[in-house]
């Protein structure tokens, strides 16, 4: 792969956007390898994922506006569907999926983020929806995951000025859960992905399943996805050796993903 790395350590996986050159803005060739990389994980060998930028600058500067520069209405709207299919994998994916932002999360970079299950992010850290100041709109997703991560007024506050935000703002708006100084920041991730890791896999995707699901629906229907999987996690011998681990008071039970 040219654009994008991906690399396991221990349990968990880590993709780098690897585009430096470009501050990992996202061409169509981005987004292929991330959607090829998507599809070989093996979701058995890796419990967690985490996504990252390369270098100390970056995360992800949006996508590619030399790519955009060209495009009529067709072709814009199959970059958007690309983008967009590409980030709903990440958001559906069947393992939980951490965004560490060493830099800029501009435009697209600032909708990738979104599509992971939550965000943490470096001190440098610049986040930003700039589209309607090159008169587009965030086409990657933005327009909707935005509003759910810091609510509607700041979403549509966000993306009609195409203001940018420093990581304290990020921090106080709930758009990351924790900033760190830049060389912490990777540590934090992967201590955290270790954690996930170690819980039992099964009850961690189930846990994805129904907030997801629950996100879009009425709460007696999430209730009830929720009730669905509640039950079928009975069925996993991780669950019955972890409960039997507390009844006979043993500490760090080993799940098998079974
Ligand atoms: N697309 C293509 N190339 C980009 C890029 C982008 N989004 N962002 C940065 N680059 C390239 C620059 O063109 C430059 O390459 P060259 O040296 O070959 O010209 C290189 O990366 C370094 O960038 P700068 O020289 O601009 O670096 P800087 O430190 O002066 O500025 C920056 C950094 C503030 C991030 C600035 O690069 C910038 O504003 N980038 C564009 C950000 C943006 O508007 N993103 C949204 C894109 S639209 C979108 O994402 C639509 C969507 O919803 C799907």
Redesign the pocket.
Known sequence: MEFVKYEQRNRYGIITINRE???N?LNSAVLDELNEILDNIDTNAVRCLIITGAGG??FV??????E?LELDKSGGEFF?KK?NDVFAKIENFALPVICAING?A???GC?LALSCDFRICSEKAVFAQ??V??G?I???G?TQRLMRAVGMGMAKQMIYSAGKIDAAEALRIGLVNAVYAPEELMPAAEKLADIISKNAPIAVQKSKIAINSGSQLPINKGTEIETRLFGECFETDDRRAAMGAFIERRKNVEFFNR
């Not at 500067?61 to 030399?66: M, N, S, T, Y």
């Open positions: 050159e470009a501050l803005a600058k970056s500067a949006g996508a590619d506006i030399k955009m958007g983008g800029y501009l435009g697209g909708e700039p589209e100041g090159l587009i965030p086409g990657f933005g």
